[in-house]
């Protein structure tokens, strides 16, 4: 998974799909959150479930542990090793759910440039990928330590072709199961490693090139190319 995403929608409006009936402890606003371009180190909305119910917060996209200092903060986790390696302890146990509208990819256009491919749901419904990370709980302040990482897995069927991993995409049902504290870390790596949704869920055109600029925002970035 290439490091660029979009979130565009209301917080609102993923809570909707993502149905938690509990009141919503919203620190990231009521109004589209309009990021159609956003890139890793940036500040992204995402859930996480406390006593008082669902947060929203807006969290460092980009992670790494106090000893890792001399080297960048990942912005990704493989399923296959965060559970049991060493990098990502700390925050294995503190799941998370990012709500998007898409993803891109970048494919060699064969003339030496790089193809941009925006992905997205064919029902357009929301995306829950599957996170980690070290956000703010109960009344603690935000920490410069504080960021998430996107859980990924081997890409499959037709997607295959665009990028070789994608992010964990969990249902609105598996979603709450994985934000839920109560709900085993080995059933949460289960989850992850098989439960994710399959690529016939998914669909992906050609974007121009202007996504590439990290400065660059609006609904046009998102169009597909004639």
């Known amino acids: 998974m290439c490091g660029r995403l979009s979130q565009y929608r209301g917080i609102h409006d993923f809570v909707a799909v993502l149905s938690i009936p509990d009141a919503l402890i919203n620190h990231v606003g009521d109004e589209p959150l309009a990021r159609y371009n956003a890139a890793p180190t940036n500040q992204l909305a995402l859930f996480h479930l406390e006593d008082v119910g669902l947060v929203a917060d807006k969290v460092r996209w980009g992670w790494r542990p106090h ?81 998430f990482v996107i859980i990924t897995a081997d890409s499959a069927g037709g997607m295959l072709d665009i990028h070789d991993r994608r992010p964990v995409v969990l249902s609105p049902e598996l979603a709450r199961e994985w934000l839920d504290p109560a709900t085993p870390l080995e059933r949460a790596e289960q989850m992850a490693l098989w439960q994710g949704e399959g690529s016939e869920v998914f669909e992906w055109y050609k974007v121009g090139k202007a996504i590439g600029n990290v400065r660059n925002q609006g609904a046009e970035l998102i169009h597909e190319l004639g």
């Open 67 to 147: 000893w890792a200092k001399d080297r960048a903060a990942p912005i990704n986790a493989r399923i296959e090793k965060v559970a049991h390696g060493p990098f990502f302890r700390a925050i294995w146990p503190h799941r998370a759910i990012v709500p998007i509208d898409n993803w891109f990819e970048w494919v060699d256009a064969g003339d030496s440039t790089r193809q941009p491919w925006l992905i997205r749901r064919r029902d357009r419904a929301p995306i829950f990928c599957a996170a980690i990370g070290r956000f703010p709980t109960g009344s603690e302040e935000a920490r410069d330590d504080d960021g």
